[in-house]
């Protein structure tokens, strides 16, 4: 994609959480003293996948119609899987209120640490 100047992603733009890994190490060494229990763990906000992308891999995006991509999918196409097309299609913005109401908070954002908040 990058070399080719563009990433081509089924469409339409999706809202996603990410995880940047200086979140993630924070909430782990803090959660050493939360009650057991599962706790999502993300950046503050939810990002648009479409601006994600292009942030990290510095190419702009561009739109391949959702069933152009489902059909590559059925025939098989050793590029795109059922579950590679549902990870860009589908998306997943977590509640992290279980986590901030233990005094957590994510500090580090994809505008402010360049790629290294990556999916």
């Known amino acids: 994609m990058v070399r ?3 990433a081509w992603l ?3 733009d999706i809202r996603m959480s990410l995880t940047a890994v200086e979140n993630l190490a ?3 060494l803090r959660a050493l003293t939360w009650p057991a ?3 999502n763990i993300a950046d ?3 990002y648009s996948r479409d601006a994600a992308v292009a942030a990290v891999l510095g190419v702009p995006v561009r739109h391949v119609p959702s069933a152009a991509a489902e059909a590559a999918v059925r025939l098989g196409s050793s590029l795109l899987t059922r579950y590679a097309l549902d990870q860009v299609t589908d998306g997943l913005v977590l509640d992290i209120g279980k ?3 233990r005094g957590w908070t994510p500090t580090v ?3 402010s640490s360049g790629s290294s908040a990556r999916p």
């Open 10 to 12: 089924p469409g339409p």
């Open 44 to 46: 503050a906000t939810a």
């Open 109 to 111: 954002s994809l505008s």
């Open 26 to 28: 924070d909430a782990c």
């Open 4 to 6: 080719a100047g563009t």
């Open 37 to 39: 229990g599962a706790y």
């Open 99 to 101: 986590a901030r109401s």
